[in-house]
């Protein structure tokens, strides 16, 4: 039995993070197989073993995905069959998978155009048998295809794509935009795989980087980046055609019109929010899609992705102007820490960075809590927010209480915790270079759930 989670689109190695706080935790782990029990102690620290997750979970590039077994626990312990939820940072579509499978409307968003692009194939049912015949007739016209358009530029393209590399993916993406719109959706999230297993990058790597130990990358012609695609393509028909087999309605699922957790426009309400937000100082998305996005058309040059980058909660990308003003966020304690990141009270960066991380972490806070306030307005009085997230983050040598913090600030708008436990994080997919003097890594997600007053 395969008990981790593991993607067919990327391979990753797999490490078991640690903390230097769980050092002084000395209560048992819950072992517990397949599911999260409804009758879990309040408090619990739980190790999870998991079954094999469907195909489905797995497709698309997204890092530190979340696991279906939360989800669905709160799904099934909070919310009835007529529930409406809301997934605000929807990310590679877990949560709406586990929604739909359940009977519940979904309400979802994403800043990454990516992980719109993911969650849109997930939770919308296409002619399968029609694309795969599709994706076949265009490999074929593909490999006798002599003109190639240039239609893509970004900084150090020749660097990371060869030259034949190039010239096949610009076939394939022309060809794609020819087929039938109803199709495009399932070919270009090949495609997006394809990108990432025909660049130059290093097999397994997260962000964009190459490493004098890992084995040199081969030379590619255009007819491998046609023989990935196709292969891509077969994978998603082949996930796809699992999760078909589960009854539930595309028509349950629908996109937040304004993309933005901070800002959720419409006239609807819900029963149920259930998340897990984006980890502080730890993963760039945007970043770290930045060559599918480019592809993809999604972003036309570096300074549409670099805006797109400034818009994520959490980004880095803050001017100088603004990160040497301390930031202060009304909660004692963690104005105490920033104020040590700030100093360099225990780690001192490089110049300017303990004020740029300071900053990366205040403006993390306040804009969740802008998050909590638009949730609140949207949430039906009683109805429940259930998030997800590393229990404590290090930056510049200081613990920051994530899960504690975020759930002070939610507080203070009229949210009430009603439960929570944590969760022994096994096999964490992070496989970027990191300077352990910086930042440790998470041993536990925490998950809390709250309730509108």
């Not at 935009?177 to 399932?186: A, D, E, H, I, N």
């Not at 984006?278 to 930045?290: E, G, V």
Request: proline share 4%; with cysteine; glycine share 4%.
């Amino acid at each position: 039995m395969n008990v981790n989670q593991l993607s067919l689109f990327t391979h990753t190695r797999q490490i078991e993070t640690s903390s230097d706080l769980d050092h002084q935790r000395v209560e048992p782990y819950i072992q517990i197989k397949h599911s999260i029990p409804l009758d879990l102690p309040n408090g619990s620290y739980i190790s999870l073993e998991r079954n094999s997750p469907l195909k489905v979970y797995a497709l698309g590039f997204q890092p530190a995905k979340t696991i279906p077994e939360i989800p669905a626990w709160f799904l099934q312990k909070y919310t009835s069959q007529n529930s409406v939820i809301l997934e605000p940072f929807a990310g590679s579509g877990t949560s709406i998978i586990e929604a739909l499978k359940v009977g519940r409307k979904v309400f979802w968003s994403d800043n990454n155009p990516l992980s719109q692009l993911i969650c849109k194939v997930k939770t919308t049912r296409l002619p399968l048998i029609d694309i795969l015949a599709e994706s076949q007739k265009i490999v074929a016209e593909a490999n006798i295809e002599k003109t190639v358009i240039n239609s893509v530029d970004f900084s150090n393209k020749d660097f990371w794509f060869q030259k034949e590399v190039q010239a096949g993916l610009e076939i394939i993406k022309s060809k794609i935009f020819l087929s039938k719109p109803s199709y495009q959706t399932v070919l270009l999230l090949a495609f997006a795989s394809t990108v990432r297993k025909c660049s130059d990058m290093n097999d397994g790597m997260i962000l964009a980087a190459k490493r004098s130990n890992v084995k040199e990358v081969p030379q590619r012609n255009r007819q491998d980046v046609f023989k990935y695609f196709q292969f891509y393509v077969n994978k998603i028909i082949e996930a796809l055609s699992e999760w078909y087999q589960f009854d539930w309605d595309d028509t349950c699922s629908k996109e937040v019109t304004s993309q933005d957790a901070r800002n959720l426009d419409g006239d609807w309400l819900c029963d149920g929010v259930v998340t897990s937000p984006p980890y502080i100082n730890a993963i760039d998305y945007i970043w770290a899609s930045k060559f599918e996005l480019h592809w993809l058309d999604f972003v036309r040059n570096n300074q549409e992705r670099l805006d797109l980058s400034s818009q994520e909660i959490g980004t880095e990308r803050i001017p100088s102007s603004e990160y040497k003003q301390l930031g202060k966020t009304g909660n004692h304690t963690l104005d105490n820490l920033i104020l040590e990141i700030f100093n360099g009270d225990k780690y001192q960066a490089s110049k300017g960075q303990n004020q740029l991380r300071a900053r990366v972490v205040y403006k993390y806070f306040m804009n969740m809590q802008q998050h909590f306030y638009s949730c609140y307005h949207k949430l039906k009085s009683g109805g429940y927010y259930c998030f997800a997230v590393g229990d404590v983050s290090k930056i510049c040598g200081v613990d920051i209480p994530v899960a504690d913090s975020l759930n002070d600030f939610a507080t203070k708008l009229g949210f009430q915790e009603v439960f929570r436990f944590h969760l022994l994080l096994k096999n964490r997919k992070l496989n970027i270079p990191r300077n352990v003097n910086w930042a440790g890594t998470i041993k536990h997600d925490t998950i809390v759930v709250m309730q509108k007053s």
